[in-house]
């Protein structure tokens, strides 16, 4: 089944800021001088998009639009259509970014074993790593994704990615690693998952039923008002308190 993706109207992050995106050939200049990994923050982790290719394109188009000069987002980066395995250019030049905004960790797109976004995560990682960023995991709705496929896809994630160094554990919390779940309300029973609770970080996407989070570790929001999935911010807290998981509120740019 093919997943028609969202578009990207916006750069949505956990508790973050936004930040232009510079050009590959500026980065020296426009960012002298690096921050210590120190002095980044685990606590804020921004959601990252290795979605795009050129020749041809991919993703740019989504939504009808015909790139380079007109692509599917609100916003025209100022590297201009880029590749996403460009790790040379456009990769060093967004984990630059990243690192001078003091944020500490990303939070890959990612759809499933064997998938264009999976291919990269090795690469990305390494970046990240010269940074001293390290990388999370946003599970997708791929197609055919279930309960059961998810825990599979946290054992992949695990076993594949666990022993890089950039790769993302809460020492706060057990030293484990932290999966965010996309569009958790597509499955209607999410119990498969509960016993990686253990191990795992694993936060829902927050919704107005709150019957499946009891199997999860937290909850996130997406959207930056917390408006779409759930009736604000102080709703999604409450439940977490309610239920003892974490919470991970989310927050956006303004919208032009």
């Known amino acids: 089944m093919k997943i028609n993706r969202r578009l990207w109207s916006v750069v949505i992050a956990l508790v973050v800021v936004f930040m232009q995106l510079a050009p590959a050939s500026q980065a020296i200049d426009q960012f002298p ?17 290795p979605w795009y290719g050129l020749n041809p394109y991919r993703h740019w188009e989504q939504g009808g639009h015909t790139p380079p000069n007109d692509i599917g987002s609100n916003f025209y980066p100022v590297l201009g259509p880029y590749d996403s395995d460009d790790f040379a250019g456009a990769v060093t030049t967004h984990m630059q970014q990243i690192q001078q905004a003091g944020i500490g960790v990303i939070v890959l797109s990612w759809w499933g074993p064997g998938s264009y976004e999976d291919g990269l995560v090795s690469g ?67 119990s498969p998952i509960a016993p990686l609770k253990s191990t795992n970080i694993i936060l829902q996407q927050t919704a107005e039923e709150f019957t499946q989070t009891p199997n ?27 239920m003892s998981v974490s919470a991970a509120p989310s927050s956006e740019p303004p919208r032009a």
């Open 124 to 190: 990305i990682m390494n970046i990240a790593n010269q940074y001293g960023i390290k990388v999370s995991f946003h599970i997708e709705p791929y197609g055919g994704r279930t309960a059961t496929s998810v825990v599979s896809d946290v054992n992949y994630i695990n076993n594949n990615y666990g022993s890089h160094p950039a790769y993302y554990r809460d020492a706060e919390h057990g030293n484990r690693p932290a999966f965010y779940v996309f569009e958790t309300y597509r499955i209607a029973d999410w």
């Open 216 to 242: 999860f570790g937290g909850l996130y929001t997406y959207d930056g008002i917390a408006g779409t999935f759930a009736p604000g911010w102080a709703v999604a807290s409450g439940a977490s308190r309610r």
């Open 33 to 49: 001088a690096a921050r210590a990994a120190s002095t980044l923050s685990t606590k804020v982790h921004i959601f990252y998009y």
